[in-house]
């Protein structure tokens, strides 16, 4: 089983400020297959980044993702006040097929 | 724009069967692969299963023989039991659409609103 585990925890910004969230894989993994959600409280979570570089639908390009091998991270260039939530990051292909890191929560 | 509606129980005694309905609207089944997740109180995402519109699956071994997913096509939709729940069973559930092949991975774009589930003598 691939684990994924998230650093920090707890992320404390301010708006304006950059954020860097970290997700390392328990054994090398293909940036292909690795995806980003954010989940805010009481909501379903939402998808980011998807494969090597990809936004979703409708996310603004100050969200960014970079790493290869086991160590991936997710960049928030500038913060907005609607940034601070949960997030997650997610493999697909192991077993089980789709896996998930802890969570990073990001707060103001 | 696709959505995803589900519905089902949310009250449950242990050793009952968790049924779970999950519907596609404003796209088809076909193409793509239906997921469900659980969260449980305060914790993170876990991945239960999935189902493509074909109808083949895959589940988490965790779940061991537990979890049996269906799909209609006629209806658009597609479905998750579990059965024997326990405590450990109660978490806010999610059906989710999800894209890959071979050689990529395009997430789990599309996700229903959750579904409370409390296992509770």
């Known amino acids: 089983e691939v684990v994924l585990t998230q650093s920090p925890g707890t992320l404390s910004l301010s708006p304006g400020d950059r954020a860097t969230l970290s997700c390392r894989a328990s054994?090398?993994?293909?940036?292909?297959?690795l995806a980003w959600y954010q989940q805010k409280p009481g909501q379903a979570p939402r998808l980011l980044m998807y494969g090597a570089t990809s936004r979703a639908t409708g996310i603004p390009d100050r969200f960014s993702v970079s790493g290869s091998g086991t160590d991936f991270t997710l960049t928030i260039s500038r913060l907005e006040p609607e940034d601070f939530a949960v997030y997650y990051c997610q493999q697909y292909g192991g077993s089980p097929k789709y896996t998930f890191g802890q969570g990073t929560k990001l707060e103001i | 724009q696709v959505q995803l509606q589900q519905w089902g129980a949310g009250l449950l005694k242990p050793s009952e069967t968790l049924s779970l309905t999950c519907a596609v609207s404003g796209g088809s089944l076909s193409g793509y692969h239906w997921s469900w997740l659980r969260q449980p109180p305060g914790k993170g995402l876990e991945w239960v299963g999935e189902i493509s519109h074909s109808g083949a699956t895959s589940h988490n071994p965790s779940l061991k023989s537990r979890v049996t997913l269906s799909v209609d096509t006629s209806k658009n939709q597609f479905s998750l039991r579990l059965i024997s729940v326990t405590a450990a069973d109660t978490a806010v559930y999610y059906c989710?659409?999800?894209?890959?092949?071979?050689?990529?991975?395009?997430?789990?774009?599309?996700w229903g609103q959750g579904t409370t589930v409390t296992v509770s003598s």
């Open positions: 989710a659409r999800g894209d890959y092949s071979e050689f990529y991975y395009y997430g789990l774009d599309v």
């Open positions: 054994q090398s993994i293909s940036n292909a297959f």
